[in-house]
């Protein structure tokens, strides 16, 4: 460690990072889609593979329309505001936690976002039967056996924000179920997925196409409406 005459902010960030915090949490921010966003340990750290559910909704949804967005699960807002910034999209952002909706509206501040923001468990912020043009959704997917086995630095992330249930399809049972209440006539949902859940996805929405990563995996699902 460092001498005693040495310490200082640099020596306890360092030590921060030796004891496994991630380092996005430690500088308080990071990029997503070239954009800047506060992070936080209330929120799922944002990361490149979730670009590509950006880029596949901004290639079949040109920019510039206003169309209504809905961002579930949004942790920091990383997805919604960057589709709202790139695509010229409204947003609406929501999360079942208070402390990740006041992160995003942070974020939708320093991006200078007209956002709204709801909280609820997924659909449950909404009326029935309310319309969205896009729906995206970034949701815990990961079954509960495997998050002991997680590397250190993500285990240190939100455990609702990974917790997909016993087989990590938890929520995507409930979104086959209710989105069609929700997605506008002609919309488009769009929802990240583990690399080995393509077939089982797909299966619980009854179609979509899927879009894989930079690497190769298997990565968003997209639904037209």
Same mark, same amino acid.
């Given at each position: ?6 310490? &200082?902010?640099?020596?306890?960030? *360092? ?7 991630? $380092? ?5 921010e990071w990029d997503f889609m ?16 979730t670009e590509t559910l950006c ?15 809905? @961002?579930?699960?949004? %942790? *920091? %807002?990383?997805? +919604?505001?960057? $589709?709202?910034?790139? %695509?010229?999209?409204?947003? *609406? ?8 909706? !006041? ?25 029935? %039967? ?15 056996? @495997?998050? !002991?086995? $997680?590397?250190?630095?993500? =285990? ?9 249930? *016993?087989? +990590? ?26 690399? !080995?859940? =393509? ?8 179609? &979509? ?12 699902? $997209?639904?037209?409406?």
């Amino acid at each position: 460690m460092f001498p005693p005459d040495k310490e &200082g902010p640099l020596a306890v960030l *360092t030590a921060r990072r030796l004891q496994g915090e991630p $380092l996005q949490y430690i500088l308080g921010e990071w990029d997503f889609m070239g954009l800047p966003f506060f992070v936080g340990p209330e929120a799922l750290i944002p990361r490149q593979d979730t670009e590509t559910l950006c880029e596949a909704v901004l290639q079949r949804r040109p920019a510039g329309k206003a169309l209504r967005l809905l @961002d579930l699960c949004c %942790g *920091t %807002g990383c997805i +919604g505001l960057s $589709l709202g910034k790139l %695509g010229g999209y409204a947003p *609406t952002l929501a999360d079942i936690s208070p402390a990740c909706l !006041d992160l995003a509206r942070r974020n939708a501040a320093r991006l200078e976002i007209a956002a709204a923001f709801a909280q609820g468990d997924l659909f449950a912020a909404f009326p029935l %039967g309310e319309k969205f043009d896009i729906i995206c959704c970034n949701p815990p997917y990961i079954p509960r056996s @495997d998050l !002991d086995a $997680l590397q250190p630095e993500v =285990r240190r992330e939100p455990r609702l924000a990974l917790d997909g249930g *016993t087989d +990590g399809l938890d929520f995507y049972r409930r979104i086959a179920r209710e989105y069609p209440a929700y997605l506008a006539r002609g919309g488009l949902m769009a929802l990240e997925i583990g690399f !080995d859940q =393509r077939h089982a996805v797909s299966s619980l929405l009854r179609g &979509g196409a899927c879009i894989q990563d930079i690497c190769g995996q298997d990565r968003v699902i $997209l639904l037209e409406g």
